[in-house]
């Protein structure tokens, strides 16, 4: 679904509506689906929606953030997320720190 989030998102609420119940693996990829075409607020509307979401979403957020260069939003959803951040988290916004050129965030 690399570059087809919005057809993703269209697939997903198809199988709402006939009843599916999503796991966390079709969560994630439709998650995935937002961040690749650049659908930040969709993918954040995703997230609100789930009921317990994993690490693993968390993560595929941050990073969806940090392609956007929304650092200071990835950093606020890592310090309020429930789980304790991984190292491909911290990973994730540390290599947008390098390419936003935000050392200052790197540093802290």
């Known amino acids: 679904m690399h570059g087809r989030g919005e057809d993703a998102l269209s697939l997903f609420a198809g199988m709402?509506?006939?009843?599916?119940?999503?796991?966390?693996?079709?969560l994630l990829g439709v998650l995935t689906a937002c961040c690749h075409a650049g659908l930040i607020e969709e993918g954040l509307?995703?997230?609100?929606?789930?009921?317990?979401?994993r690490i693993e979403h968390y993560g595929c957020?941050?990073?969806m953030l940090d392609r956007a260069g929304r650092l200071d939003?990835?950093?606020?959803l890592v310090a309020a997320m429930p789980a304790h951040p991984d190292a491909l988290i911290w990973g994730s916004l540390l290599a947008a720190c390098r390419a936003h050129d935000d050392v200052e965030r790197a540093e802290r």
């Open 16 to 26: 709402q509506q006939a009843g599916v119940t999503p796991n966390e693996v079709t």
């Open 61 to 63: 957020i941050v990073d």
């Open 73 to 76: 939003e990835a950093e606020e």
């Open 45 to 53: 509307q995703q997230l609100d929606a789930m009921p317990e979401p």
